[in-house]
């Protein structure tokens, strides 16, 4: 298996120095040195700017240095926008938008395979048809309203009948003491639209499953519908859901730019979207080189996976 | 037993013990870039620097269009017409305790201070966002400048010929001319005074550790989450700042009973708490829901507040306590011509009745209802309202404003494009940002009705800075709110050694134009220098540079708890004179 791993990674060395080629050549496609003066700037203060910037040397030794951040993992260039290292920046995120996300994950993934088994199990009945319905009503509705409904009917409008805040209108504290009250409201909106389209696809797979030779000779045995559910279906859909959860794995990190947005909870979706509007290439670097390789990794360790559910995979 | 468990896991934000003083404040966007001033340069910068250093000169709270002395002890004097200025200052005030001095324990404001204050604005190393504040006006300053920066070590120590030290506390600064507009610049955040140990103590971190003389101070640099919060406390040992004196209110801010606190000691606050919004609706409820003092009423939410006809705040808000106010700012929106261009910029007369007809065409007040509520001022000129130059009805006769299709059509032949026939698309370049994209399309169909067609290049700012500093835009959207308030600082505007990538984007040139502004650098107020505004004004009017003007109107919310409050936006450092009646906290 480790020379598996090792040789995957290696494969994936040349593509992950594409991606990062890429997006920094995009970036440079505009010049961002101009967002950055003050008024009335002269040729010279510009040309300075551009020094101060990095962008005076050339894109491939621009390319080669960022890198050499990468192979040592340090991001300390300073963020132009805020003059802080990327790398303080980084951490300072990631643990907001770990908040969020890590809830949101598995509440989401057990309450969507559990109503894609019960649908699938009670294809064509009224149980399944209210589940499909509201599945898709969900995922109808733009992300943006439940935010926004969200936020006025479960934290302002609930507050005013409560008498008291349970909800956060917005703003956000570290501690888990504080998670309920800041983070609950946001981690609700996320699971609710999620839910949709992880149900819908989970049981498409169930039903696959459900129509297959060992679920009929269970049920011809007797077995119970609950353990056909939880155990023999269940335990036969895993690389289908492994492949689902692994592939969102990446964006626990990333997080969602309009919760953060709406919710003023500062992690990295939030960072994100600030460094793209105020062309802060150092940022949007580190970040993209930051996605790129947690994408990479969690592919990798998604066929990890599947050897470890499924004994006919091997790894060679 | 649910609802218990419940209201044990809700957490109540900023619990104040009983003793304290705290305010919550809104900063609308994702707040402050740095807390270092002379890196600064938005009004969100500014909001936040001001609470932390402070400026020689400051705007009047109860009047802000009028200067006081902050860290001098009186306004500076002048024996010269204004080519040297002397200033004594206040003694005693302290900076902040620190550990950058020596002890931890803050030292006293000196002219050195003020010296090197001044030389941070032009050293490279800070960025030099700010060096047109000071261009042109110290005697050899820009010497001083040009040579610091060409050497490997920039010498904070090096004399400037226009720096004369009298003593610890009096110093005089002469110019190269009389420059009305320096005492305006020294009350600008970005000229605050800042001590030397701190800077070269904290080095690049210095712009998370402000260190001033300010009402508020940071006790730790995790004080500020960077786009999310900052939170500052009351410096115990502010200098001698009182809240104003009674006769310097109006009558209506009288009724709205903003003298009660008048000569009392400032700040009343122990401590802010700001929170930066960078999405509208969070703060319209956070304000709603009484945990922040004040908001800024977003455009989606006006008509909730306010009946549009009348602009008469709602009887529900009214009964709730609420209090409303509204500032004219000093705005000049306006959509540029590039005067370089071959097809819509040159001076000959067929050129000017080319922009005049798209001037005609173009129909403002249609603009403000759809996308201002009808709540901005619709002027001719660059002279936003309320400065001298400024035309009075805000009409200037015979300045092409729309819409008279007639006019336009009339005109645009004379240009030689019957009907619009033969003018090839113009190029519009604008922001994406915001409702630009909606504003630029009503344009283009207000404009077509005259067949003119808008190419509209709709762009990130950036995009749209580079293009108009490289004069490759024909035409452009642009907005311009004045650094202090003098109409100088918007006719600096088509002043041509402006031109781009100086602040004359249009790259106007008119040499009587250029002869004028350079009169009017050096005078104060008077009927003779407005005369020469209004001459100005009238100049650009005639060859039409721009289709313009707009300002807006800007409407605040006050909650019953937050008193003292009178928003401004001519300057930030009013917070010291807010308190809070915690009686009518919800």
Redesign the interface.
Known sequence: MWAYIFRRVLYNIPVYLGIVLLVMALLRVNDPVYAYLGKNPTEEQIAQLRTDMGLDAPFLVQYVDFLGDIVTLSFDDRSWDQKRPVQDMIFDAIPPTMAITIPQLVITALLSIAAGLISAFYRGRWLDRGLVFAMVLGMSVSYLVYIILGQFFGAFWLSEKLGFELFAIEGYQAGVTNWFHYCALPVAIGVIVAMGYDTRFYRAVMVEESGKDYITTAVSKGVGKRRIMFVHMLKNAMIPIITRIMITLPFIITGSILLEMYFGIPGMGRTLINAVNSNDFPVIQAFAALFAAFFIVSLILTDVCYALVDPRVRLS | MI?AA??S?????SQASAEETVLQLPIRT?GP??LDPV?G?TTYDNMACVQMYETLLVNQYADPFKIEPLLLAEMPTTQDEGKTWRFRLKPGVKFHDNPCFEGGVGRNVTTDDVFYSIKRVVD?NN??????LL?NTILGFDEYAEKQNASERFDYDAPVAGFRKINGLEFEIELTKPVYRFLYILSMFQTSIVPREAVEYYG?DF??NAVGTGPFMLRDPSDW????SLTVYRNPDYHEVFYPARDQWSREDMRNRLHRAAGQQVPFADRIEF?????D??MW??F??G?IGYVEVPAEYFEEAFDKRTKELRPEFERQGIRAHSNELLDFIFRAFNMLDPVVGGYTPDKIALRKAMAYAVDLQEISDVFYNNTVIVYDGPIPPQLDGHPEGHRVEGAPRGPDLDKARELLAEAGYPNGEGLPPIKFFANRGGNTPEQTELMKRQLARIGVQLDPQLV????L??AT?NRKAPMFSFAWSSDYPDGENNLALFYSP?KA???NHSNYERPEFDRLYEKILTMGPSPERTAIYEQMRDMVIDDVPYIGSLARERFYLINPWLVNCKPTERYWGWFKYLDVDESKRP
């Open positions: 609802l419940l209201t896991l809700a957490f109540v934000p994702d870039k740095s890196q340069s490279k960025g030099l966002k700010n060096v047109w261009e690049k712009s998370f989450v960077p786009k999310r929170t930066m919004f960078v999405e609706q969070p409820l956070q709603r829901a945990n990130d700012f950036s995009t800075i580079e500093n402006n990538p100086g602040s």
